[in-house]
């Protein structure tokens, strides 16, 4: 599953994405980016769901609840998110994540 925010809003999702972030919820995940220990402390919580942070930078923010991980990359004007489970990889998931944000990036997104 994948779906790609800007910092207001939903801007493209999966066919798959049955899940709604709140406002409040994706400018969480954008402070993250700047501020890891907001995360550290509380999580990432995605559509209701509280996820565990595991690590992040300034542009890549790792979390997982269960057997469900979370992989975002922020570009300049928006945030990549997947969410992946078996049999995906968290490798897989971030190569994919990745690419798609380098290209948005290159784009001037």
């Known amino acids: 599953m994948g779906i790609i925010l800007s910092s207001s809003s939903l801007l493209c999702a999966t066919e798959y994405i049955t899940m709604t972030v709140s406002k409040e919820e994706l400018a969480k995940l954008v402070q993250g980016f700047e501020s890891q220990d ?9 559509a209701g769901n509280r996820y565990i942070y595991l690590s992040g930078t300034d542009r890549v923010i790792r979390a997982k609840l269960g057997k ?3 992989h975002c990359m922020k570009t300049t004007q928006a945030v990549v998110v997947s ?3 078996d ?3 968290p490798q897989q998931a971030a190569s994919v994540v990745e690419k798609l944000g380098d290209y948005l990036l290159q784009c001037g997104y």
């Open 87 to 89: 049999p995906i990889q």
């Open 83 to 85: 969410l992946y489970e």
């Open 38 to 46: 907001i995360l550290t402390s509380s999580g990432v919580t995605l």
């Open 68 to 70: 469900v991980g979370v």
